[in-house]
């Protein structure tokens, strides 16, 4: 599984939690770019804490790499997950519905792609609306 591909149709190369890991692991595309200093560092969707989460739990039972595979998705519980206060929550049917058309490599490539700064490419989390390495305003993408 890809660690930039949550179960519950989450892109995480995208996410502050997963950029502090990847700072601290030294990965170059990470190094550069700013998180808070309490942030959280991401352990994957396979983490021992992580063990409880819901669609960790159903993917598992479902034998499912995605819930973009599951028979039942999209299901009330990836319906309610979208509906939930965090913005970046309300793409996840349409990633899903995306990873099914596609494939899970197809649509990192497009992620990879859609979350780069439009002027220098670098890579950005979703709420960044200026590059941390060009300065570049960048619009809201979710
Ligand atoms: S039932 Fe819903 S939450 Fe569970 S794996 Fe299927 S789509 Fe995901
Ligand atoms: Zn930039």
Known sequence: MSRYMAYCGLYCGACCSMITKEKQEGVPSATAMHTEADEQPCMGCDAEYQKDCEFVLCNKTHG?????FC??????????????????????????????????????????????????????????????????????RI
């Open 64 to 68: 499912t790499e995605s819930c973009a």
């Open 71 to 140: 028979p039942e998705f999209p299901c009330e519980m990836i319906t309610k997950f979208k509906d939930e206060v965090w913005e970046h929550h309300q793409v996840v049917l349409q990633n899903l519905f995306r990873i099914r058309e596609a494939g899970i490599e197809k649509w990192l490539e497009e992620q990879a792609e859609y979350w780069k700064c439009p002027a220098c490419g670098c890579r950005t989390q979703w709420y960044q609306t200026t590059c941390t390495q060009c300065g570049e305003k960048i619009e809201r």
